[in-house]
């Protein structure tokens, strides 16, 4: 038994011991098997790992932590435009870990419950400001309380309460109505008291932004999804006489009898009907849900069933309409939905509830303690300012508050309302934003050491945006900028970039037997100095603009088929019929032998070879000043 409690501990020691292992250092720099393994699994998942292909990405690696030591040599990572780039991304890297994952996968749960249904609902809005007294508050929250009371003793129904109360203009024409709709439409507390309300019932009042609500559930469906449909419309307008309403109705029936007949749908609504912008489409609208038409309109257009079917006509506040479904698509899965509900709940105020739920996850993990009685103290003195948007740093080191032991000083506080006041600003309530911001940037100090992959994420942004800037300095635009190096690097190795055999010759290509006679009469002109490719381009396409295709150029083997297709001799070629029918007509002008090419001919592929050679010459020169030691056992330890 002891022998076996030996051999663990042993085994376990090795463990430790092999996973510090180093596998390359770079002067007094070591790097880790764990380092050098994040980097090598991240590129080779499912390659086969022999000693030979280890050895060959290893080269590379040396490379590449050659040149951010150099770029840290020279103090690149201190510059303020490095440290600036990095920080940007570093906000960018840290979104994901700066979550109450728990909280937040509750709330992508509950919108897309929430977004499986409609629900169709009234609503009575007493309307109070965000930034109201306690006693308007009061006084709102009491008035909604008394109408709800009245509504349930039978005073009078929800919708004469909605005419003679409501803040919201709209309820004297629609008694405070809504319709249906879905989650992410209205704001978060109206939509959750909708959504938990029986239908028939009226809520408690909800307060919102824009006051205390009643919201009464008149009826609950499951989601309908989306269509897409046509339409014929005769406007009528707002407020339209019975002699205007008639009329749109006559058309609208005489429209009906026209489809009755079988006449197709799109041809009559772009004859006849009134909604010119769509009229033009056949009267094709774009796909639209829940709560996007007025409701006369959505209740036609999800009442019909199958493709092609027609409704009855119909009337709106807009006029009288005929619509075709020519589209339905059900409720999409969780799985497709996820992502966009994601955006969607970090647009909307429910994005707000899960900063809230971090900030308290986090007061949670961190000791949070306030000095009240420094806190009372600043703020007697700075209340007045800070609301007038005139406060002034005070010159203050005593500490405000602690997070985990880390203390915040009031100067650091004022710097925050120095930053953020304005006219009205409110400092107990910019204190709490303060508490967390410092809260939520104590975390994001902390995402390295609790999240290794974090760790190395930041890590390959750290030493990519060095890399980048110092090649780019030593390499890539030097590459471009140095033309005294270019030009010598040219000359240097001219005989690298050479033509082969070349065919100076014009291509004619000919839609057809008839053009292709025209065009070879108008090609012994042309070499008579008579005429220009240009003018027998005009005749030929006089016509017709596809007639003929004219291209000069300096061809060699294997870059265009029709070329390498005839003899290479100068003189007009026998023509080459195409399989369409078409024509290939080519005029040689001269064979071109092999030379020399200049060096603005290949200009793209010296300056390519001349940042190879910057490159290996740099690399060199750092191999000769960083000494590199590959511990070729730990590497190999890799192999499968």
Not at 134 to 141: I, T
Not at 153 to 181: I, M, R, T, W, Y
Not at 224 to 236: L, Y
Not at 418 to 435: C, H, P, W
Request: hydrophobic share 40%.
């Amino acid at each position: 038994m002891m022998k076996k409690v030996g051999l663990s501990i042993m085994l376990a020691a090795f463990v430790l011991i092999s996973s510090a292992q180093d596998v390359l250092t770079i002067a007094d720099d070591n790097i880790s098997l764990k380092e050098f393994k994040n980097v090598f699994y991240k590129n080779n998942h499912n390659a086969d790992i022999s000693e030979d292909y280890l050895n060959e990405y290893m080269e590379l690696f040396v490379k590449f932590k050659l040149k951010v030591r150099e770029a840290q040599e020279l103090g690149l990572d201190t510059m303020t435009s490095y440290v600036n780039e990095l920080d940007g991304y570093r906000k960018q890297l840290a979104k994901p870990y700066l979550k109450n994952e728990e909280f937040d996968e509750n709330m992508l749960t509950e919108a897309y419950e929430r977004i499986s249904f409609d629900v169709n609902a009234s609503h009575i809005l007493i309307a109070v400001d965000e930034k109201a007294t306690d006693d308007e508050v009061k006084v709102a929250e009491q008035k909604a309380i008394t109408i709800k009371k009245d509504i349930l003793d039978g005073k009078l129904s929800f919708g004469d309460a909605a005419k003679q109360n409501s803040d919201d203009k709209s309820a004297v024409s629609n008694s405070g109505e809504l319709g249906f709709f879905t989650a992410f439409m209205m704001v978060y507390d109206f939509e959750t008291a909708a959504y938990t309300t029986k239908i028939g019932e009226i809520s408690n009042p909800v307060r919102t932004k824009y006051g205390f609500h009643l919201v009464k559930v008149n009826d609950k469906r499951k989601a309908v999804g989306q269509v897409k449909v046509a339409h014929i419309m005769f406007k009528t307008g707002q407020g339209a006489d019975e002699n205007k309403l008639n009329q749109a109705k006559e058309k609208i029936n005489k429209a009906l009898q026209l489809l009755n007949k079988g006449e197709d749908f799109a041809d009559v609504a772009e004859r006849f009907s009134e909604d010119r912008s769509t009229a033009v489409k056949g009267g094709e609208l774009p796909a639209f849900g829940v709560g996007k038409m007025v409701p006369e309109f959505e209740n036609n257009a999800f009442e019909l069933k199958n493709i092609g079917d027609i409704s009855v006509p119909f009337r709106t506040e807009y006029g009288w309409h005929i619509i075709k479904l020519i589209e339905k698509e059900e409720m999409p899965s969780f799985d497709e939905l996820k992502v966009e509900l994601k955006r969607k709940i970090e647009r909307d105020s429910r994005g707000d509830l899960s900063k809230k739920a971090l900030y308290k996850k986090l007061n949670d993990i961190y000791k949070v303690i306030n000095k009240p009685a420094v806190y009372t103290s600043f703020r007697k003195g700075a209340a007045n300012s800070v609301a007038t948007g005139t406060f002034e740093k005070l010159n203050n080191n005593k500490t405000l508050v602690t997070i985990d032991g880390m203390s915040v000083s009031v100067n650091k506080f004022s710097e925050y309302i120095l930053a953020y006041q304005s006219l009205g600003s409110d400092i107990d309530d910019m204190y709490i934003d303060f508490v967390n911001e410092e809260l939520l940037a104590y975390e994001e100090s902390k995402l390295e050491e609790k999240y290794p992959d974090y760790k190395a994420l930041l890590q390959e942004y750290r030493e990519g945006i060095l890399l980048f800037d110092l090649t780019n300095k030593k390499v890539w635009a030097k590459a471009v900028e140095d033309t005294l190096g270019l030009q010598a690097f040219y000359d240097a190795n001219k005989s690298n970039y050479t033509w082969g055999k070349r065919l100076d010759a014009t291509i004619y290509s000919c839609i057809d037997l008839t053009t292709a006679k025209k065009v070879k009469r108008e090609i012994y002109k042309k070499n008579r100095g008579t005429i220009t490719n240009a003018d027998i381009l005009v005749k030929i396409n006089k016509d017709d603009a596809l007639s003929l295709q004219i291209e000069s150029n300096k061809f060699v083997k294997g870059a265009n088929k029709n070329v390498d297709a005839i003899k290479w001799k100068t003189g007009i070629s026998k023509d080459i019929v195409l399989e369409n029918g078409s024509y290939i007509i080519i005029d040689v002008h001269e064979v071109l032998e092999s030379g020399a090419k200049e060096l603005s001919e290949s200009r793209g592929k010296v300056i390519s070879d001349y940042q190879t050679a910057l490159e290996n010459d740099w690399i060199a020169s750092l191999k000769a000043k960083y000494a590199v030691t590959i511990h070729t056992e730990v590497l190999h330890s890799l192999v499968k």
